[in-house]
C-alpha cells in the first residue's frame, strides 16, 4: 500500500537549506528570509510554467488571496482535457488526462505537475526556458513487475529522452541512481511527451514501458556557546578532535581564506558550475565553520565541533544560493568516492516525501554501497507534522532537527513522523538558533556580528554539529561505520520532556554519552499491524553494545503511545528480556515483538530504555509502530459510455489519508486499508458539435474486504442548465468535485475549452461519512453565430474565424456555392459574387482565402475543416478585420450543406450576435449527492440580476471583463477566460446566488490573451450575491479618482512611527471599484518592476509633517511611511496622470490630504476624508446637454471610523480645463451633499468637466480633489 499526501505538493522542488533567523530576532520564530520590503501593491499577479507535457500553465494572483488558474494546451493537445487536484492545503496540481496513468504508476514525478511549486521555486518562464529533469533507466514500479522486457524498453526510451537535453546543458550521470540529468527546453517539451508518451498504448502498456521521470528540484542555501550544549568540550578534553576523519561539506563553497579555516580544506570541487569552490553566498563557510573550524579569529572561542577534521568541500549550490537535486547528487557521488566518513549536507526540500524520492534513493544506495554517514538537515518547514523533506527522509540518513540553547524544539524545525510508514524523522536533535559562526568575505548571509562572524539559525546550523559529533565518535572508534555512528548518536541523545518523539528522534544530542561505554539500535521502524492480525507477530531486534572494560546489566521496557498520549495496549509490543548483561566489549540483541491481538489502530511512538542499576538511562531506541485497519485488495474497472472496458484505466483512488497508487495495471488493483474511498476517472467524448466530458465518481465506497468496483461512464447523466432566453456556452468549461472524509478535503476539478459542448456525470447516492459536492461553472451569453438552411433540419453554429467581421445583428440570407478549395479560379467559376463560398479548407491561409473571396464578390466565407478536425476557434473585436465573414463548420455540417448546395440552390439564413445583451454567470452546484436528472434552471429566484454598464472610457469600443468563482472551500478557480463586452453599453447580467464568492474584474480596452486570466484592470470586491437581489454595478464611472475605497480592505494606518498608507489611484463611482496606475496589460501597477511608461501612467507622492517635506514616492501614495515619534500635522499629496488614448476621463488627478497623527501602541486608522462622486452619466461618461446638472458628494472616512463631523464642502467646476472656475452650488442632503453645477453660457458644443472639491471637517481634516475631464456634457442643440 503506497500512500501519497496531497500536501506534498506545496514546494515540492525546492530544496532549502535548513536556515537562517537573525540572532537579534525572537531566535527561533522563523527562518531568514529576504529583507522586508514595502507592501506590493495587491493587483493581480501572473506566472505562467510549462508542464512536461508541454502545456503552459498560468496562475493569477488576485487581491485578497485567492488564485486563478488556466492552461494553454501544446500545439496538437487542444482536445486534451485537464484535472486539477486542491488539497487542505491550497497547492494547486494540473494534471494533463494522457498523464494520469504514469503519474499513478509512479513513472512521472508527481512534482512535475504540481503547478504551485514550480512557481516558487522559479520553474515559471520569467526565470527558465528550460525544465530540468532526472531520468532514470529503469522502469516504474509497476513496470518492473511486469517482465524483463519492460527494463529494456525503459532503459531504451530513457536514452531517446537524453538526446533532448539542452545544447548548453549537457546531461550528467548520476551512478548511485542509474540516472542521468538532463534540461530540455521548453519549445522541445511536446517532442519530450510524444517520445514518453507514443500513442496506440494502453495506459498500462505505456506506464510499464517508460523510464521514471522526476523534477530535477532546485536547492537553495538556507557556534560559541553550542558546542557545550552538546558536550564537545568533554571529547576534546579526551584527546577526540576529529583528527584523520575527512568530512564532506555540500553546500555553497567556502573561503578557504578565512581565519577558522585557512589551511583546514583537505580538498574542493565545483559541482554547481560555478568558476571556483568561493563562498560568495556565506552558508557553506558558516556550515563548514561550525564542523571544524579552529575559531582563530575569536582566538578559539568559537571553534567548531571537530576543529581537526579533514574539510572536503563540494560546492554543488551558486554564488546565488541555487543549485539542482542531480548537482547535489553528483556531490554525495564523489564525496563517497573520496573515502569520507561524514558528509554534511545542511541543505534539503520542504516538499514531503516518504523517502523514495531521487535524492534520497541517493543516500540510502551510497550508504549502502560505501559505508559514508549522510548527516542532514531536516529543514525549515515546522511546526506541521510530516514536514521533513528530501534526502532528510531518507531511512539511512542521520536527519537533525534544531532546539535552541534551552533545548526547546525551533518553531521552524520540520517535524515527523515520515510520509508512508511514519517512521520517526528527524532522528536527533542540536543546537541550531543563533548560531554564530565564521562569516564569508563580502558576505551577508545571517545576522552580521562582526567581519569574522555572523549568527544564523535553522537546521542548517544544527546538522554540523552532529556532522562534527560524528567525526569525533570516528575518530574514537575508527572501526565503526555509518549505522554504528548513527545508533551511537541517536541512542545516547538527550531526551527532551514535552517534546513528542516525531518532533525530536532521540533527542538533543550528547557527545560525553556518546563517548561512553553504552550504545543501542539507535531507531526502529516496526513491520506495520493490523488490527485483523489477531496471533500473528513480527519481531525487530534491537542491539546494545558495551565499548567499555567493565560489565554492565541493563534493565529494558519499552513504552509507546500516540501523538495525542493514548498509550499503546499491553503485550502489543513487547520485549524478548527485560534484563541484558554486556561483558565488556560484548554485544547482545534483544528481540522486540508485535501482538496485533488488542491492537487498536493508530501511531505509536515512544522508547525502549536501557537502564544501569542505579537508574540512570545509559541508552534507548526510539520505536514507530503502525497499526492499521485490516488492508483489502480493490480492483477497479473502467467502462467507456458504450460500456465497454477500458483497458489500462487507472481511475483516481482517494481516501484520507490521500492518493492511492496502484500495484498492478490490466486488471487496476490497489491495496487500500480498511476505510471510506472517493473513486473517480473522466473520459472525452467525440460529438458531432464539440466534444463531450464525462465524470464517474463514485464518492463514497466503503471497503470491508476484497473487492471489484466498476466506474460505468454509460451510466451518467447530462448537466442541463436553462436560461430565461437562448444562450450558448463561451470559453471554458469546467466541474469539479469536492469530497471531505476524517477532516481531510480534496478538490478534483476538470476543464476544457469552447469545442467541449457538454457535461456528463454520474449520479451518486447520498454521502453518509463527510461531505462531498459536483459543481460545474458556465459561462452562457445569446448565440453568436448559427446558420439555417430554410425548410430542412440542417442547422449548425459555425465559428467566427478570430479576425473575421461579424454579420450585423440582424443576420444575413446567402446562396451557399461549392467554391472548392477556394483558389481565384475556383471562386470565379462558382459564381460566388453576392453568395456564400463554402470552402473544402486544407488549412491553408485563411486571411488570404478571405481576400480571395472578397476580390471575386463573394459576401461571405465558410472553411469547411477536414475530418477528424474540430472547426472551433475564438472570436475577437480587435485587430485588422478580414475581407468578408469568415467561419469554420465542422466536416458533417459543411459536407451536408456542399452536397446540397451542389444540388439545387441552396440558401442559408444566418442569426446571431457577438454583442449579446445578456450574460449567464452559472455555478451549478449539487451538495450531498448527484441526483439522476441533473437540471439547473437560471431564474430571477436563484440569480442575481446584476445590470452592469461599460463605460467607454477612451479610444476603445470594447472591453475586457471576467468574472471569477469559487466555492466556499475553493483557493483556485480554474476557469478563466476573457470575455469581451462593448464599452458604452449596458448588459444584463444573472450571477448564482448563495455561497459562491464572485470577483469581477473589467479592463477598459481589449486584452486579446483570452486563454489568461484578465489580470489588470479595475477590480471590484470578492463578495456573493443573494438570490433574487437585484443590483446595478457601473464601471469606469465619473470621477475615477484617487480614494480609499469602501470595504475595509486596504485601510490606512499608523502603527508606532509607521504611516501605511494604501490609496489606490483610481476608483470609480461604483461601490467597491479600484484600480492602479497601470504598467502592463498583465496586472502590473506602478511599483511592480514595470515601467509604468509602458502605458503612459504615472502617480507620484509626498508626505508632509508639520509644513516639512520628509518622503517622497513614485509608487503613489502606497507603503510604510517612517515618521518621527509624537502628535504632528501631516499632509499626504496624490498626483497622476493618464496620457494614452484610451483614457479621455479622469487624465489627472491632484488630491492632498490633511490630517492629524500621534504615535499609535495598536494600529489606529488614519482620518483621512474621503470623497465620492455620483453624476448622472450615460454610458459614455457623458451628461446631457440641460444647462443645469446635480451632482451627489459624500464626504466620509474609512471604513472603521465615525462619520466626520461639521463637515463643510466646496465644490468647483472648470468647462475649460482649469483655465477658469466656477463654484457649484452645494447644499445638504441626508448624510451627503448636493452640488448644482450649471453649464457657463459661452460653451454650447461637448465639453470636459473638470472637478475641483475640497472638504474640512471640524477636527481640521482635509481634502482638496481636482479631477481634470471628470465627464463630457454634450452640447446643446
Not at 81 to 93: I, S, V
Not at 237 to 251: R, T
Not at 1211 to 1230: F, H, L, N, Q
Amino acid at each position: 500500500m503506497k500512500w501519497i499526501r496531497l500536501t506534498g505538493a506545496i514546494s515540492a522542488g525546492l530544496l532549502l537549506v535548513a536556515g537562517g533567523v537573525p540572532a537579534a530576532a525572537s531566535t527561533e520564530e522563523a527562518a531568514t528570509g529576504p529583507a522586508t520590503r514595502p507592501a506590493a501593491k495587491p493587483g493581480a499577479r501572473s506566472a505562467t510554467v510549462r508542464l512536461v507535457t508541454g502545456d503552459r500553465v498560468t496562475v493569477t494572483s488576485l487581491p485578497g488571496g485567492r488564485h486563478t488558474a488556466s492552461v494553454q494546451p501544446g500545439p496538437g493537445r487542444e482536445r486534451v482535457p485537464f484535472r486539477t487536484l486542491e488539497g487542505d492545503d491550497k497547492a494547486l496540481t494540473v494534471l494533463p488526462f494522457d498523464a494520469e496513468a504514469l503519474v499513478s504508476a509512479g513513472t512521472l514525478d508527481r512534482r512535475l505537475f504540481d503547478v504551485t511549486a514550480l512557481i516558487a521555486d522559479g520553474y515559471d518562464e520569467a526565470h527558465t526556458s528550460t525544465l530540468p529533469l532526472i531520468v532514470s533507466s529503469a522502469p516504474s514500479r509497476v513496470g518492473a513487475r511486469v517482465s524483463s522486457q519492460a527494463a529494456k524498453a525503459a532503459a531504451a526510451t530513457a536514452d531517446r529522452l537524453v538526446a533532448f537535453k539542452s545544447a548548453a546543458t549537457p546531461s550528467r550521470s548520476l551512478e548511485s541512481l542509474d540516472a542521468r540529468s538532463l534540461r530540455v527546453a521548453d519549445d522541445d517539451l511536446g517532442r519530450f511527451w510524444k517520445t514518453l508518451n507514443p500513442g496506440g498504448k494502453s495506459d498500462a502498456a505505456r506506464a510499464a514501458a517508460a523510464p521514471r521521470i522526476a523534477l530535477d528540484g532546485k536547492v537553495k542555501a538556507v557556534l560559541d556557546r553550542s558546542t557545550a550544549q552538546i558536550n564537545a568540550p568533554a571529547a576534546w578534553k579526551a584527546g577526540y578532535e576529529g583528527q584523520g576523519v575527512k568530512v564532506a561539506v555540500l553546500d555553497t563553497g567556502v573561503d578557504a581564506n578565512h581565519p577558522d579555516l585557512a589551511g583546514r580544506v583537505a580538498e574542493a570541487k565545483d559541482f554547481s558550475g560555478s568558476p571556483s569552490t568561493d563562498d560568495h553566498f556565506g552558508h557553506g563557510t558558516h556550515v563548514a565553520a561550525t564542523v571544524g573550524g579552529t575559531g582563530a579569529a575569536s582566538s578559539g572561542t568559537r571553534r567548531g565541533v571537530a576543529p581537526h577534521a579533514d574539510l572536503l568541500i563540494g560546492k554543488v549550490l551558486g554564488d546565488d544560493g541555487y543549485g539542482s537535486e542531480s548537482s547535489v547528487i553528483d556531490g554525495m557521488e564523489w564525496a563517497a568516492s573520496q573515502h569520507a566518513k561524514v558528509v554534511n549536507m545542511s541543505l534539503g526540500s520542504d516538499a514531503e516525501t516518504d523517502g523514495t524520492d531521487p535524492m534520497s534513493q541517493a543516500v540510502n544506495t551510497l550508504t549502502a554501497s560505501t559505508d559514508t554517514l549522510f548527516v542532514v538537515a531536516a529543514g525549515n518547514a515546522g511546526p506541521g507534522p510530516s514536514t521533513v523533506g528530501s534526502p532528510g527522509a531518507a531511512d539511512a540518513a542521520l536527519t537533525v532537527g534544531a532546539v535552541d540553547r534551552d533545548d526547546s524544539l525551533a518553531s521552524f524545525s520540520s517535524r515527523g513522523p515520515r510520509l508512508g510508514d511514519a517512521a520517526v524523522k528527524p532522528d536527533v536533535t542540536a543546537p541550531g538558533v543563533g548560531i554564530v559562526a565564521a562569516r564569508a568575505s563580502g558576505t551577508t548571509m545571517g545576522d552580521p556580528v562582526d567581519a569574522n562572524y555572523t549568527s544564523a539559525s535553522g537546521t542548517s546550523m544544527a546538522t554540523p554539529h552532529v556532522a562534527g559529533a560524528a567525526a569525533l565518535l570516528a575518530q574514537q572508534h575508527p572501526d565503526w561505520g555509518a549505522q554504528q555512528l548513527k545508533d551511537a548518536l541517536i541512542s545516547t541523545s538527550h531526551t527532551v520532556p514535552g517534546t513528542k518523539v516525531t518532533e525530536q528522534g532521540g533527542g538533543r544530542i550528547d557527545l560525553a554519552t556518546a563517548m561512553g561505554p553504552v550504545t543501542a539500535t539507535g531507531s526502529v521502524t516496526l513491520a506495520p499491524i493490523h488490527t485483523d492480525d489477531s496471533g500473528k507477530q513480527q519481531a525487530a531486534t534491537v542491539r546494545y553494545t558495551n565499548t567499555g572494560d567493565k560489565p554492565v546489566t541493563l534493565s529494558l521496557a519499552a513504552g509507546l503511545a500516540t501523538d495525542t498520549g493514548r498509550a499503546l495496549a499491553g503485550g502489543v509490543v513487547t520485549l524478548g528480556s527485560d534484563t541484558v548483561r554486556l561483558a565488556p566489549g560484548a554485544t547482545a540483541e534483544v528481540p522486540l515483538r508485535t501482538d496485533a491481538a488488542h491492537a487498536v489502530r493508530g501511531k505509536y511512538y515512544g522508547y525502549v530504555t536501557a537502564t544501569a542499576a542505579d537508574g540512570t538511562v545509559l541508552a534507548h531506541t526510539t520505536a514507530a509502530l503502525n497499526v492499521h485497519a485490516p488492508v483489502h485488495k480493490l480492483t477497479v474497472v473502467a467502462r467507456d459510455r458504450d460500456g465497454k472496458v477500458i483497458e489500462g484505466a487507472a481511475p483516481v483512488i482517494w481516501g484520507s489519508d490521500g492518493f492511492v497508487n496502484y500495484t498492478s495495471m490490466e486488471p487496476a488493483v490497489a491495496e487500500v486499508e480498511e476505510g471510506t474511498y472517493q473513486l473517480s476517472f473522466g473520459t472525452l467524448d467525440r460529438a458531432a458539435d464539440g466534444q463531450e466530458l464525462r465524470e464517474v465518481v463514485n464518492p463514497e465506497v466503503k471497503v470491508t474486504k476484497d473487492m471489484s468496483v466498476t466506474l460505468n461512464a454509460a451510466d451518467t447523466t447530462p448537466v442541463q442548465i436553462r436560461t430565461p432566453r437562448p444562450a450558448e456556452q463561451r470559453g471554458v468549461l469546467s466541474y469539479q468535485t469536492y469530497r471531505k472524509i476524517d477532516g481531510n478535503g480534496l478538490i478534483q476539478g476538470v476543464m476544457f475549452f469552447d469545442i467541449a459542448k457538454r457535461i456528463y456525470v454520474s449520479p451518486t447516492a447520498e454521502v453518509t461519512d463527510g461531505d462531498f459536492e459536483f459543481s460545474s461553472r458556465w459561462q452562457m451569453v445569446a448565440p453568436q453565430l448559427r446558420a439555417k438552411v430554410p425548410g430542412t433540419s440542417l442547422g449548425f453554429s459555425p465559428y467566427y474565424v478570430n479576425a473575421s467581421p461579424a454579420f450585423s445583428d440582424k443576420g444575413a440570407r446567402l446562396t451557399a456555392v461549392d467554391a472548392g478549395k477556394g483558389t481565384s479560379a475556383e471562386l470565379r467559376a462558382a459564381h460566388v459574387r453576392g453568395k456564400l463560398a463554402v470552402v473544402r479548407w486544407d488549412f491553408s491561409d485563411d486571411r488570404a482565402l478571405a481576400q480571395a473571396a472578397a476580390d471575386a464578390g463573394a459576401k461571405a466565407l465558410m472553411l469547411v475543416v477536414e475530418d477528424g478536425f474540430y472547426p472551433w476557434t475564438r472570436w475577437s473585436p480587435t485587430g485588422d478585420r478580414m475581407a468578408v465573414p469568415t467561419m469554420r463548420a465542422g466536416t458533417a455540417e459543411g459536407t451536408a450543406l456542399l452536397e446540397r448546395a451542389g444540388q439545387r440552390t441552396t440558401t442559408v439564413e444566418f442569426s446571431g450576435t457577438v454583442r449579446s445583451p445578456y450574460l449567464y454567470d452559472v455555478m451549478q452546484v449539487s451538495k450531498g449527492s448527484v441526483p439522476k436528472r441533473l437540471v439547473y434552471t437560471v431564474s430571477e429566484r436563484e440569480s442575481a440580476v446584476v445590470r452592469s454598464t461599460y463605460t467607454r472610457t477612451g479610444a476603445s469600443s470594447w472591453a475586457s471583463e471576467q468574472r471569477f468563482g469559487w466555492r466556499p472551500y475553493q483557493d483556485t478557480a480554474w476557469n478563466q477566460y476573457t470575455r469581451y463586452v462593448p464599452a458604452g453599453q449596458e448588459r444584463v447580467e444573472y450571477v448564482t446566488g448563495g455561497d459562491t464568492l464572485w470577483k469581477h474584474v473589467v479592463h477598459h480596452n481589449v486584452i486579446d490573451i483570452p486563454d489568461f486570466p484578465l489580470a489588470a484592470g479595475m477590480h471590484g470586491d470578492t463578495r456573493t450575491y443573494r438570490p433574487g437581489q437585484h443590483t446595478t454595478e457601473r464601471w469606469f464611472g465619473a470621477a475615477v479618482r484617487p480614494s480609499i475605497p469602501r470595504g475595509g480592505q486596504l485601510p490606512s494606518v499608523r502603527t508606532g512611527d509607521t504611516l501605511s498608507v494604501y490609496v489606490p489611484e483610481f476608483n470609480d463611482s461604483g461601490t467597491g471599484h479600484w484600480s492602479f496606475a497601470e504598467a502592463d496589460p498583465f496586472g502590473g501597477g506602478v511599483g511592480t518592476g514595470v515601467t509604468a511608461a509602458a502605458v503612459n501612467d504615472t502617480a507620484t507622492a509626498a508626505l508632509y509633517r508639520n509644513g516639512k517635506r520628509i518622503a517622497e514616492s513614485d509608487q503613489g501614495a502606497w507603503g510604510n511611511f517612517e515618521v518621527p515619534a509624537g502628535d504632528a500635522e501631516y499632509r499626504m499629496d496624490l498626483t497622476t496622470a493618464r496620457t494614452s488614448d484610451d483614457w479621455r476621463f479622469g487624465i489627472g488627478t491632484r488630491t492632498s490630504w490633511t490630517f492629524r497623527s500621534d504615535t499609535a501602541a495598536r494600529p489606529a486608522l488614519l482620518p483621512m476624508l474621503q470623497v465620492d462622486y455620483t453624476v448622472p452619466v450615460d454610458a459614455r461618461n457623458a451628461v446631457d446637454s440641460q444647462r443645469r446638472h446635480t451632482l451627489g458628494l459624500d464626504v466620509r472616512m474609512q471604513d472603521g471610523m465615525a462619520a466626520p463631523r461639521g463637515v463643510t464642502l466646496k465644490v468647483e467646476t472648470s468647462y475649460d480645463d482649469g483655465r477658469t472656475w466656477a463654484t457649484a452650488t452645494t447644499a445638504r442632503k441626508g448624510s451627503g451633499f448636493t452640488a448644482v453645477v450649471e453649464r457657463p453660457g459661452r460653451t454650447h458644443g461637448d465639453a470636459y468637466v473638470t472637478l475641483r472639491v475640497t472638504a474640512k471637517d471640524a477636527a481640521g481634516n482635509t481634502v482638496r480633489q481636482t479631477v481634470d475631464r471628470a465627464y463630457l456634457q454634450r452640447g446643446t442643440a
